[in-house]
């Protein structure tokens, strides 16, 4: 629109059982330049649901009190109709008298503004109802693209955990095909250096497929923490399984409980995960005579579980990178 066209004709409905209030408010508006109004007034509950049922308004203004024969206010056919998604209008409430109540009850009601009549002015009522449908405009948009946000999101879900699961079968093929020719090679070194490298490439590759699909169900997954763990029970379990079978050749497990009951309200998988994960690095970036030290600690307020390894450890100028997804700190070591 150019600085010197007019704008468009505003499309508005105007609801208050009180006739000689639509003349007023008729002739607030009639002396608003710049402006022009098509003014659709009814007079009842019911009129007003079926105007605005039938056409489209850019604004609506309620009185709060009508002379209801069922004794519906203005904020009754306000909460109505924002309740009726077909319904894309912002709504204004007026009224004869100041009171806070009304107009907390009218917020709460999905009305966007509150004026009294004695109040109005051509200026004012211009400027009000302006600001209003710029207001709603911008809020609708708003709407609108998080609707196609949350739709991309799902849609993301669902090929993250698509493609993570069939590369996860080809993974697992690989892993297996690899396994079979290193029994037929064990007199090779070339083939033997090879078959290492792809099983290395083919562990990085597994474990790159879990952190997508763990970072995808942690997005997912609801804030509410309705699990309570006891967590010394939980890291128990963790250090005993990989003191077992989860470590390299030579190297050792140390499990430092605190003496007392720890109880903590968690996600117990992923507070299951996020322990594992830490000494499941521990292992893979430590010598084979490392030694991994899980200990627990805590207060009546706070718990802290810490794993400490004497691997290789993490460059300074890499550590501020440390929880970025899928980041991997490549050194000569590792």
Request: proline share 2%; net charge negative.
């Amino acid at each position: 629109m150019s600085e010197n066209s007019e704008p468009s004709s505003i499309r508005l409905l105007y609801l208050d059982d009180n006739k000689s209030e639509h003349v007023f408010v008729r002739n607030v508006l009639d002396k608003v330049s710049n402006q022009t109004y098509q003014v659709t007034s009814v007079h009842t509950f019911d009129e007003a649901v079926d105007a605005i049922q039938s056409r489209p308004y850019d604004i609506c203004l309620v009185d709060f009190y009508l002379n209801d024969v069922l004794d519906r206010t203005g904020v009754d056919f306000v909460r109505k109709m924002v309740q009726d998604t077909n319904i894309a209008c912002p709504f204004i409430l007026l009224t004869v008298v100041n009171e806070r109540e009304p107009d907390i009850e009218g917020m709460h009601a999905g009305a966007v503004a509150y004026i009294e009549k004695r109040h109005l002015r051509p200026e004012l009522l211009e400027r009000t109802i302006r600001y209003t449908i710029e207001q709603y405009r911008i809020r609708r948009e708003l709407e609108d693209l998080y609707t196609q946000v949350r739709e991309l999101e799902s849609f993301k879900a669902s090929l993250v955990r698509l493609a993570g699961h069939n590369l996860r079968n080809h993974i697992t093929n690989v892993k297996l095909s690899a396994r079979m020719l290193e029994n037929l090679v064990e007199h090779s070194d070339t083939a033997a250096r090879n078959l290492y490298r792809i099983s290395q490439a083919v562990e990085t590759m597994e474990q790159l497929t879990t952190d997508i699909l763990m970072l995808e169900r942690l997005s997912l997954t609801s804030d509410v923490l309705d699990s309570v763990i006891d967590v010394l029970d939980l890291t128990n379990e963790i250090c005993t399984q990989y003191q077992n079978y989860g470590l390299k050749a030579g190297q050792r497990l140390k499990y430092m409980p605190l003496d007392s009951d720890l109880h903590i309200r968690c996600e117990k998988t992923q507070f299951r995960e996020a322990i594992r994960n830490l000494v499941s690095n521990a292992s893979k970036y430590s010598r084979d005579n490392g030694v991994i030290i899980v200990e627990v600690t805590g207060t009546a307020n706070s718990v802290e579980i810490s794993v400490e390894d004497n691997g290789y450890g993490i460059p300074k100028d890499k550590q501020s990178e440390l929880f970025q997804p899928f980041v991997r700190v490549l050194t000569e070591e590792t």
